[in-house]
Structure formats: C-alpha cells, structure tokens
C-alpha cells in the first residue's frame, strides 16, 4: 500500500524532520508552514509545542514487509 509521508514540527525541529524523512526514504520533504486556518492544530513530533511547518514528500512510499 502506497502512503505519503508526513511529518509536523515547530521551527525548532524542522533539522530533525527533514533529516527523518530524508533518512527513511531517502528523498527530502517539501517543507510548508501550516496556516493558522488548517485546523485541527497538529503538534511537534518531537517535542509536543504547536507544529509551525508539515514535511510531505510528493512520491508515494512502499511499505515493505
């Protein structure tokens, strides 16, 4: 099954996402900030504070088993 991924996170840890996503799949995010109009408020992946910004990458992932 194919899926994008995704990953939330404050200005504080954008490195962290990037490099997640960059690790796991070996393509970097398009980063974007999230607008205060896109409710439900996601929150950091890694520390809990409000998400400013969403990775996604634009090819879908396999999940290999």
């Known amino acids: 099954e194919d899926e994008m991924k995704e990953v939330y996170c404050c200005q504080e840890h954008v490195e962290y996402g990037i490099e997640e996503v960059l690790n796991e ?37 396999q999940n290999v088993d």
């Open 25 to 61: 799949i070996g393509v970097p995010p398009k980063l974007e900030k999230i607008q205060a109009s896109q409710l439900p408020t996601k929150t950091c992946e890694y520390c809990g504070q409000i998400a400013e910004y969403i990775g996604r990458t634009n090819i879908p992932i």
